[in-house]
């Protein structure tokens, strides 16, 4: 059975801590990772990672990917409080995607 | 545009009744999906559609019916609600010819309780 496993599943930091989520994967036939972030609403499209060791970076943000120990890496530098979210990742399979718990972070000012 | 439209956004309905959530969207996206989120379980994939006249289950699919008979609606039915069904849906679609296939655009979400 297709599995995204994330952690930690709750993160508490100070605003200008650095922090890191993760995900772990056991997809066959593995193509992309994706990773959203979701506020109040819907989830918004961060990140796509197909190639291991090539890291994605938008801002403050950043990911990574790792085929051969199936897993893959978000970082988010000197955080903010709008950074607080949930974030989550997902791992197409066929026509379908699997997402993960997601992981809720809270930035405290 | 106006991307992935979601209807309603709030619903509150009685064990037993029936309600249809809408969703429409006008990008001209092959693939159409729906998910279910609840609080520790993420987003877990209810039923999904790759074109017009075409459905399939996903993850969780009892307790609901779609259908697709144009491209731009995949209406939600649930024929008979019960309290397991409180929770927030969300409508997605992806182009499948895109380079970006995959990376699915959602709708705002429709919080239904089922009392």
Partial sequence: EDKVVQSPLSLVVHEGDTVTLNCSYEVTNFRSLLWYKQEKKAPTFLFMLTSSGIEKKSGRLSSILDKKELFSILNITATQTGDSAIYLCAVPYNEKLTFGTGTRLTIIP | ?115
């Fill in chain 2, 1 to 115: 545009n106006a991307g992935v439209t979601q209807t309603p956004k709030f619903q509150v309905l009685k064990t037993g009744q029936s309600m249809t959530l809408q969703c429409a969207q006008d990008m001209n996206h092959e693939y159409m999906s729906w998910y279910r989120q609840d609080p520790g379980m993420g987003l877990r994939l209810i039923h999904y559609s790759v074109g017009a006249g075409i459905t399939d289950q996903g993850e969780v699919p009892n307790g609901y019916n779609v259908s697709r008979s144009t491209t731009e609606d995949f209406p939600l039915r649930l024929l008979s609600a019960a309290p397991s069904q409180t929770s927030v849906y969300f409508c997605a679609s992806i182009n499948l010819r895109s380079s970006g296939a995959n990376v699915l655009t959602f709708g705002a979400g429709s919080r239904l309780t089922v009392l």
